[in-house]
């Protein structure tokens, strides 16, 4: 059996701030997550919903079907607004 979505999903997203030279706490910034919990993306051990999925590949300007496939996009994109409800459940309030 293969990798699970999370767990992909994570090594994409691990991939991709590697691949642009970001810190956890610099991408965490821009997708409005802790530090903490993007940490936990990346090794697979959380879960989110495909709403959330789509609003950080959005947000990060990459397509998500390629992050989870592993995929890197060389250009960092600007820093976008994000919405008012790309973090439902509060973990982190806007600034």
Same mark, same amino acid.
């Given at each position: *059996? #293969?990798?699970s979505?999370?767990? $992909?999903? #994570? !090594?994409?997203? /691990?991939?991709? /701030?590697?691949?642009?030279t970001?810190?956890?706490e610099?991408?965490a910034?821009?997708?409005?997550?802790?530090?903490?919990? +993007?940490a936990?993306?990346? $090794?697979g051990? $959380?879960n989110?919903? *495909?709403?959330?999925f %789509?609003?950080?590949?959005?947000l990060l300007?990459? %397509? !998500?079907?390629?992050? +989870?496939?592993?995929?890197?996009?060389?250009?960092?994109? !600007?820093?976008?607004?994000?919405?008012a409800? !790309?973090?439902?459940?509060g $973990?982190?309030?806007?600034?």
């Amino acid at each position: *059996m #293969g990798e699970s979505l999370r767990h $992909r999903l #994570g !090594a994409g997203l /691990r991939a991709q /701030r590697e691949h642009w030279t970001l810190t956890q706490e610099q991408l965490a910034e821009r997708i409005g997550v802790t530090p903490r919990y +993007l940490a936990a993306l990346e $090794r697979g051990e $959380r879960n989110v919903t *495909m709403d959330t999925f %789509d609003e950080y590949a959005k947000l990060l300007g990459v %397509d !998500a079907t390629g992050l +989870l496939a592993g995929e890197v996009k060389d250009k960092l994109p !600007a820093v976008r607004q994000r919405p008012a409800d !790309a973090n439902p459940k509060g $973990r982190r309030k806007p600034q």
